[in-house]
């Protein structure tokens, strides 16, 4: 019997829940075409990571981040409401959003 990859669990970080459980799906969105080209437009003009440059540092941003989550009412395709980050980054920030504590920006 073939196993996938061990997972490790860090319980610090709370589970993420699959898809189908989540409250809100932004995956058509973000599969939509309009948010590729949009993404992409936005990450050629504003190619590093916004939080590493905050901190010294130079990191290539691979992420769109929205600063208010659209679940959370911020607005889709406003450049206004994006900020270029580094997927380390994006990760930590939708961690401590996911966790109550909010996000940077």
């Given at each position: 019997?073939?196993?996938?990859?061990?997972?490790i669990r860090r319980s610090w970080i709370?589970?993420?829940?699959?898809?189908?459980?989540?409250?809100?799906?932004?995956?058509?969105?973000?599969?939509?075409?309009?948010?590729?080209?949009?993404?992409?437009?936005?990450?050629?003009?504003?190619?590093?990571?916004?939080?590493?440059?905050?901190?010294?540092?130079?990191?290539?941003?691979?992420?769109?981040?929205?600063?208010?989550?659209?679940?959370?009412?911020?607005?889709?395709?406003?450049?206004?409401?994006?900020?270029?980050?580094?997927?380390?980054?994006?990760?930590?920030?939708?961690?401590?959003?996911?966790?109550?504590?909010?996000?940077?920006?």
């Open positions: 019997m073939a196993q996938g990859p061990k997972r709370p589970e993420r829940k699959p898809f189908e459980q989540r409250a809100v799906d932004n995956s058509r969105f973000y599969n939509s075409r309009t948010w590729r080209n949009l993404r992409k437009r936005f990450l050629d003009a504003n190619p590093l990571c916004a939080e590493c440059e905050r901190n010294g540092e130079v990191r290539q941003a691979t992420v769109a981040d929205h600063i208010i989550p659209i679940s959370r009412g911020g607005a889709e395709l406003d450049d206004k409401n994006l900020q270029p980050l580094c997927k380390r980054c994006h990760d930590s920030k939708s961690a401590r959003e996911r966790s109550g504590r909010g996000g940077m920006g």
